[in-house]
């Protein structure tokens, strides 16, 4: 694992140009010297490629129409998209597009993907659920069979192909409190989901580090009080409800506060325990309540409470005519709204949370850091 050490007066002279060529790439914006040599990335609409329409194609009456690039929930790229540009690798391939070469990476994230199996939901009477296969589990085997065409004879190919490569872990655990909400769930009943959905998370980051991961990027919650789905599903007379200073609903980010704070608790003790490792927690959560509190300073005319693509209402929001379906409207400039659907956010915004967790400060430490520890260890 790279470890933080002090600098001596006599710099290696192996690894300075590469390290020089880094902080250079790092400082001017431009791609960074190429140190992953793949991406796999798991998730679910927040880092969604392709694979939703792909398995879902033929199936689904009135599926929504997806605006370039192919079938994004946004108007443009992802946090994911960001991460492969900025380290020189190509965007990630949805692994459900059979027979792609994926020895640069795979993203197995699905819309709609939850932290824990459709047995928990079933088991617990909540039939809000899409009976979509494509849990985290389900991805994790999904990556076995990539796993299978990359390097089928060569175990240790494949372990020193995975620690070179990096590993994206989420976002998970935002479609599980919501199918819980949309149950009526009390809002101390969704708390208690918060242990288990935690620990699947980290059962899954450990299932990676034993594949040979050494670099795992494990993003936060949102506040989910703050999506205009929310703010328009859920409305409230009671105004003591409501954050006066970003007009979120409290209880729902009150969940994703829950979340965040015993995820990172959790992959610190993940850390202690596999050294060899480096766990990053990426923050969605801190960015998005900026955006909310203060837009203007982000450039957003809307602020994030209002949706770009949608039905109407006052957060532009409409089940009925959602963004993609008839009857909904794209406003004229998406990078000024954060919010491109009522639930995803739009390019400029995953942009922003790229270059944080990247360069800081919205990882913990940014990967910039990460490497930079690595190449000089």
Same mark, same amino acid.
């Given at each position: 694992m790279a470890r933080r050490r002090g600098f001596s007066a006599v710099v290696p002279p192996a690894w300075l140009p590469a390290v020089l060529l880094f902080l250079a790439g790092a400082a001017s914006g431009e791609p960074l010297q190429q140190y992953y040599n793949a991406i796999f990335s798991f998730g679910d609409s927040f880092s969604d490629t392709g694979n939703f329409v792909i398995i879902n194609s033929g199936k689904l009456p009135n599926m929504p129409k997806f605006p370039p690039p192919y079938a994004r929930c946004s108007n443009g790229r992802l946090v994911i998209d960001f991460l492969a540009e900025a380290f020189g690798l190509p965007l990630l391939p949805p692994s459900a597009n059979k027979g792609t070469n994926f020895s640069q990476g795979a993203n197995f994230a699905v819309m709609g993907a939850t932290a +824990?199996?459709? !047995? *928990?939901? !079933?088991?617990?009477?909540?039939?809000?659920?899409?009976?979509?296969? @494509?849990?985290?589990? &389900?991805? +994790?085997?999904?990556?076995?069979? &990539? !796993?299978?065409?990359?390097?089928?004879?060569?175990?240790?190919?494949?372990?020193? +192909?995975? #620690?070179?490569?990096?590993?994206?872990? #989420?976002?998970?655990?935002?479609?599980? *409190?919501?199918?819980?909400? =949309?149950?009526?769930?009390?809002?101390?009943?969704? =708390? @208690?989901?918060?242990?288990?959905? &935690?620990?699947?998370?980290? #059962?899954?980051?450990?299932?990676? +580090?034993?594949?040979?991961?050494?670099? &795992?990027?494990?993003?936060?919650?949102l506040p989910a009080g703050c999506i205009p789905i929310t703010l328009t599903m859920y409305p409230s007379e009671d105004r003591s409800e409501y954050d006066p200073r970003t007009g979120c609903l409290k209880k729902y980010n009150s969940v994703a506060l829950y979340h965040n704070a015993m995820l990172r608790v959790a992959l610190d003790r993940l850390q202690r325990r596999r050294p060899e490792s480096r766990v990053v927690y990426a923050d969605y959560y801190t960015p998005y309540i900026q955006f909310a509190r203060t837009p203007h300073l982000y450039g957003y005319k809307r602020g994030a409470l209002r949706a770009c693509c949608g039905g109407g209402g006052p957060y532009n929001y409409n089940v009925s005519a959602s963004c993609g379906l008839p009857g909904a409207t794209t406003c004229e400039d998406p990078d000024a709204h954060v919010s491109w659907d009522g639930i995803h956010l739009t390019e400029a915004p995953y942009r922003f949370i790229a270059n944080t967790w990247v360069k800081g400060p919205y990882a913990h430490p940014p990967l910039a850091t990460v490497v930079l520890e690595d190449m000089v260890d």
């Amino acid at each position: 694992m790279a470890r933080r050490r002090g600098f001596s007066a006599v710099v290696p002279p192996a690894w300075l140009p590469a390290v020089l060529l880094f902080l250079a790439g790092a400082a001017s914006g431009e791609p960074l010297q190429q140190y992953y040599n793949a991406i796999f990335s798991f998730g679910d609409s927040f880092s969604d490629t392709g694979n939703f329409v792909i398995i879902n194609s033929g199936k689904l009456p009135n599926m929504p129409k997806f605006p370039p690039p192919y079938a994004r929930c946004s108007n443009g790229r992802l946090v994911i998209d960001f991460l492969a540009e900025a380290f020189g690798l190509p965007l990630l391939p949805p692994s459900a597009n059979k027979g792609t070469n994926f020895s640069q990476g795979a993203n197995f994230a699905v819309m709609g993907a939850t932290a +824990l199996d459709l !047995k *928990y939901f !079933k088991d617990n009477n909540v039939w809000s659920i899409p009976p979509f296969n @494509t849990s985290m589990g &389900v991805q +994790l085997e999904w990556f076995q069979e &990539v !796993k299978r065409s990359i390097c089928p004879d060569d175990p240790a190919a494949c372990r020193a +192909l995975f #620690g070179r490569a990096l590993f994206v872990f #989420g976002e998970f655990g935002g479609n599980d *409190y919501s199918f819980a909400w =949309k149950a009526d769930w009390s809002l101390e009943k969704v =708390k @208690t989901m918060v242990p288990a959905v &935690v620990a699947s998370l980290v #059962g899954g980051v450990e299932r990676l +580090l034993d594949e040979g991961a050494r670099h &795992v990027v494990v993003p936060g919650n949102l506040p989910a009080g703050c999506i205009p789905i929310t703010l328009t599903m859920y409305p409230s007379e009671d105004r003591s409800e409501y954050d006066p200073r970003t007009g979120c609903l409290k209880k729902y980010n009150s969940v994703a506060l829950y979340h965040n704070a015993m995820l990172r608790v959790a992959l610190d003790r993940l850390q202690r325990r596999r050294p060899e490792s480096r766990v990053v927690y990426a923050d969605y959560y801190t960015p998005y309540i900026q955006f909310a509190r203060t837009p203007h300073l982000y450039g957003y005319k809307r602020g994030a409470l209002r949706a770009c693509c949608g039905g109407g209402g006052p957060y532009n929001y409409n089940v009925s005519a959602s963004c993609g379906l008839p009857g909904a409207t794209t406003c004229e400039d998406p990078d000024a709204h954060v919010s491109w659907d009522g639930i995803h956010l739009t390019e400029a915004p995953y942009r922003f949370i790229a270059n944080t967790w990247v360069k800081g400060p919205y990882a913990h430490p940014p990967l910039a850091t990460v490497v930079l520890e690595d190449m000089v260890d």
